[in-house]
C-alpha cells in the first residue's frame, strides 16, 4: 500500500493551521494535498479538513486527537492527561457544529484518496457491533442491544483493507444507529416498509463507496438477504458475502436448470485442490442468534477452540439464485447469477466440529486460483473483528460520560479513527520490507534514540520498523524469545502508552538539565 507513510503518520509535530471553508467540496482537496503525509501528526492527517465553523475549534480537533492518539486508552481524564486539556475536550464537543459526521468526513475523503491511488484489490470490510450505554439513563435515544435488556447504539462500520499487506487503509463509514421499538404483532410487509430496519445497515454501508470492480465489499451472514445480494448484483462492485440461508438455486447460471437448495449444491461440489493452514486457538464468547417459533432470539455461546493443523479444500461453482416466495425486503423476482464458493475441512480431528464456509460471490471462480483468492478475501474480514476490540478495548470506546448522544457520537467517531490507525501497529512490523527499513522513515530520531537507549543501553540510530516495534512489544510485556508469536495490537497498545510515559520523562530529564 503506498510507501506506507499513511500508516502511522508523525505524532510529536504541531502547528500546522487549515484552511477553512464552508464549502463541502473543500474536504476533498484537503485529502488531495501534496504536502507529504509523512510529515503531519495524527490529527493533521485525519482532521485536517473538518468542518466546524471556526479554524480554532478544527485547531483544538487536532490538538485531542493527537493527546488520544498518544494514550489512547483508559477514561477520557487519563487520555487528555490535565485538568485543561480535558476541558477543551468538553468544550469542543458541546459545540453544535462538532457532530459525527463533521468530525468524520475528513477521515472519509482520505480513506476515498487511498482507494483511488490504490493499484490492485482493495476490501470493504463491512459489519456491525454494539456499543453498551445501559448505565448512561440520560441518553435517551439510545436503542435496544443484546437480548432487549441492555441500552444503546449498533456501530455499523465499513473498513478498508489492503489484502496483500493486511494493513488498515482506514474507514469508508460509520453508522451509528439505535434499534427501534417495534410492534410484537408487526406483519411483514409492515417491517419491510420501515426505513429504520436494521437489515438496511447493510445496504447503507455499502452505497457510500463508488462503483469500482477493485472494491470487495466482504460481509457476514448478516448481510444474506436477497435485496442486499441483488444490489451487490448491480453495484459494479465486486462482493463476498457468506451464506446464512438455505435458499433456492439452480447450477449453472441457466434459470431453466433443475432446482435445488443452495448449500446442498455446494456440498455435492467436487474439490478443486487443498492447502494446510494453521488454525489458531480462540476463546471468547460469541452471540448466536436463532428464530424460535418466528420469534428472533439471542445468546452467548462459549468458544473454547485448540490450535491445530486444518487440510482445507475448497470448491466453486456458478449458481443462479431464487428470489424468495416470502419477500422480506425490497427486491425484485429476477434469479441473480453469481457462484458459491466451498471452502471444508473434510476430516477434522475427533469431538472437533469441522470448518466451513459457504460464500456467493460475483467474483468468477472456474479453477483453484481465484476460489482460493475469494477465500483470502474473507479471511480478512477478521481484521474488521480486531477492530471492534480495538473501539472497546484498546480505546474504551464505551467508557465516556456524557450525558447527551450529541456530544458522544463525536467522540465515538474520533475514537474510531483512534482505533482504526494504532491497529496498524501489528501489521507494520509484519511488513515484508519491516526488517530493511530504517524505522526513521516513520518515527522521528528523538523516539528511537530513547527507545533504543532503554532497550540496548545505547542508541541504535541505525534501528529498523521492525526493531522499534518489537522493542514497544518488549514495554508492553511480550518478551521477545524467538519462539514465541508476533506481537498482537493489544501488547503494542500498551507498549505505546508504556513509552509516551518514557518520552514524558526524558524530556523532563533533559529540561532539569538545562536549568541546573
Not at 457532530?99 to 484518496?113: I, M
Not at 526493531?467 to 511480550?478: E, I, T
Not at 524469545?481 to 526524558?506: E, Y
Request: proline letters at 5%.
Amino acid at each position: 500500500m503506498g510507501d506506507g507513510k499513511h500508516d502511522f503518520p508523525r505524532l510529536w509535530r504541531s502547528g500546522w493551521s487549515p484552511a477553512m471553508s464552508q464549502k463541502e467540496r473543500l474536504i476533498e482537496r484537503q485529502a488531495d494535498s501534496s504536502e507529504d503525509a509523512g510529515t503531519k501528526t495524527f490529527g493533521e492527517l485525519n482532521f485536517g479538513g473538518a468542518q466546524l465553523g471556526d479554524a480554532r475549534r478544527t485547531k483544538r480537533l487536532l490538538r485531542v486527537a493527537d493527546a488520544i492518539a498518544r494514550h489512547p486508552g483508559g477514561s477520557l481524564p487519563e487520555k487528555m492527561g490535565t485538568p485543561a486539556e480535558l476541558e477543551a475536550l468538553y468544550h469542543l464537543m458541546k459545540c453544535s457544529k462538532v457532530t459525527h459526521q463533521s468530525v468524520l468526513a475528513p477521515h472519509f475523503a482520505l480513506t476515498r484518496k487511498k482507494i483511488a491511488e490504490h493499484d490492485g484489490f482493495v476490501l470493504a470490510l463491512h459489519d456491525t457491533t454494539e456499543l453498551d450505554f445501559t448505565t448512561r439513563e440520560s441518553l435517551t435515544d439510545r436503542g435496544q442491544i443484546g437480548n432487549g435488556s441492555h441500552q444503546g447504539w449498533l456501530c455499523h462500520n465499513t473498513l478498508i483493507v489492503d489484502p496483500k499487506q493486511r494493513e488498515v487503509m482506514g474507514l469508508a463509514n460509520q453508522i451509528l444507529h439505535g434499534r427501534p421499538i417495534t410492534e410484537k404483532k408487526e406483519t411483514v410487509a409492515e417491517k419491510r416498509d420501515r426505513e429504520d430496519r436494521e437489515s438496511l445497515l447493510w445496504l447503507q454501508g455499502v452505497k457510500s463507496l463508488p462503483s469500482n470492480r477493485m472494491i470487495v465489499d466482504v460481509c457476514d451472514r448478516g448481510a444474506d438477504t436477497f435485496e442486499f445480494l441483488e444490489h451487490e448484483v448491480n453495484s459494479g462492485r465486486t462482493f463476498v458475502v457468506r451464506s446464512s440461508h438455505d435458499r433456492s438455486a439452480c447450477c449453472g447460471h441457466d434459470p431453466g436448470a433443475q432446482k435445488g437448495m443452495l448449500h446442498d449444491l455446494a456440498r455435492s461440489l467436487p474439490s478443486l485442490g487443498q492447502w494446510t493452514m494453521k488454525v489458531a486457538s480462540l476463546k471468547q464468547k460469541k452471540t448466536v442468534r436463532k428464530t424460535v417459533d418466528g420469534k428472533r432470539t439471542s445468546q452467548k455461546v462459549l468458544i473454547d477452540r485448540k490450535s491445530r493443523e486444518a487440510v482445507l479444500h475448497v470448491s466453486a461453482s456458478p449458481v443462479m439464485v431464487l428470489a424468495p416466495k416470502r419477500k422480506r425486503g425490497k427486491h425484485g423476482k429476477t434469479p441473480l447469477a453469481m457462484w458459491v464458493v466451498r471452502v471444508w475441512e473434510p476430516h477434522p480431528p475427533e469431538g472437533v466440529e469441522p470448518l466451513e464456509w459457504i460464500l456467493l460471490t460475483n467474483h468468477e471462480c472456474p479453477d483453484f486460483e481465484p476460489a482460493q483468492r475469494v477465500k483470502t478475501w474473507y479471511e480478512c474480514r477478521w481484521i474488521l473483528e480486531e477492530f471492534h476490540k480495538g473501539q472497546k478495548t484498546g480505546c474504551g470506546i464505551e467508557n465516556p460520560q456524557f450525558t447527551s448522544s450529541d456530544r458522544l457520537h463525536p467522540m465515538i467517531g474520533l475514537l474510531s479513527v483512534v482505533a482504526c490507525s494504532l491497529l496498524n501497529l501489528r501489521e507494520l512490523s509484519r511488513r515484508d520490507d519491516a526488517k530493511t527499513r530504517p524505522a526513521t522513515t516513520l518515527f522521528c530520531e528523538e523516539y528511537i534514540f530513547v527507545l533504543s537507549t532503554w532497550r540496548h543501553g545505547a542508541p541504535k540510530p541505525d534501528w529498523t520498523i521492525y526493531d522499534f516495534c518489537l522493542a514497544l512489544a518488549r514495554l508492553g510485556g511480550h518478551q521477545n524469545r524467538k519462539h514465541d508469536s508476533h506481537p498482537g495490537w493489544l501488547v503494542l497498545w500498551k507498549g505505546w502508552t508504556q513509552f509516551q510515559a518514557m518520552i514524558n520523562g526524558a524530556r523532563t530529564q533533559k529540561l532539569i538539565n538545562k536549568c541546573a
